[in-house]
Each structure stands twice: as C-alpha cells, then as structure tokens.
C-alpha cells in the first residue's frame, strides 16, 4: 500500500476549481515538507507548491501563484492542494511528495528533492 494517497482529481471545465487531497496512510510525515507536483504527457515532472511542516511557509510556481493553495492538517495527516481558475493547460497527473530527512527546514522545489511520492491522480480541464 501507498504511503501517499491523493484523491480529488476530475474532470472539471475551464474557469472551475478542484481541491486535491493527499493522505499519508503511515501517519508518519507530518514533520516533513511537502510538495505538489504534476506531470502532462510528454512533459517532465513540473513543480507547483511546497510546505513547510507547521505550514507556516509556502511557496508556489509562477505558473499557479495566485490561483492554488497548498495547505495541510497534521491532525489529519493530510496535504491539500487547492485550484482555482483551472485552465485547460493544468491537464496533469498531479502528485504529492515528501522530503523524508532530518533537519528538512528549507523551501524545496526539485523532484530529486522528494523522497516519499504518491501514486498521482488525473486532473482534466476541458475548455
């Protein structure tokens, strides 16, 4: 079984919003940054936003500020990703990630910067 579970993503027209979830079955990551990322077809894994573990610090992508969330409920063991204003371009797989490591107290924006990753979950925007 998956450490990371994300769930929320649909089809959904231009213009609409999503709220993407990812749980951490483990229970274990809620000390760690994490991150959203997503991945089109023929398109490398591409960045969006990151957390820090209290969720004190965010930080985002040029190509989502302004228009997604990212946020998280260490209660729930849960990371949320929030998206406004989809556009047709936001077609992905969008993935959640964790940097597992000690000491883990900067922003990280870099795939190889993630250890722990979820199974991703299709997001479609029709235009």
């Known amino acids: 079984q998956a450490q990371l579970v994300e769930s929320g993503g649909g089809l959904v027209q231009a213009g609409g919003s999503l709220r993407l979830s990812c749980a951490d079955s483990?229970?274990?990551?809620?000390?760690?940054?994490m991150g959203w990322f997503r991945q089109a077809p023929g398109k490398e894994r591409e960045f969006l936003a990151t957390?820090?573990?209290?969720?004190?610090?965010?930080y985002y992508a040029d190509s989502v500020k302004g228009r997604f969330t990212i946020s998280r409920d260490n209660a729930k063991n849960t990371v949320y990703l929030q998206m406004n204003t989809l556009k047709p371009e936001d077609t992905a797989v969008y993935y959640c990630?964790?940097?597992?490591?000690?000491?883990?107290?900067?922003?990280?924006?870099?795939?190889?910067?993630?250890?722990?990753w979820g199974q991703g979950t299709q997001v479609t925007v029709s235009s």
């Open positions: 483990r229970r274990a990551l809620s000390i760690y940054p």
């Open positions: 957390i820090g573990w209290s969720g004190s610090t965010t």
């Open positions: 990630a964790a940097r597992r490591a000690v000491g883990s107290s900067g922003v990280y924006t870099g795939v190889s910067e993630y250890n722990v």
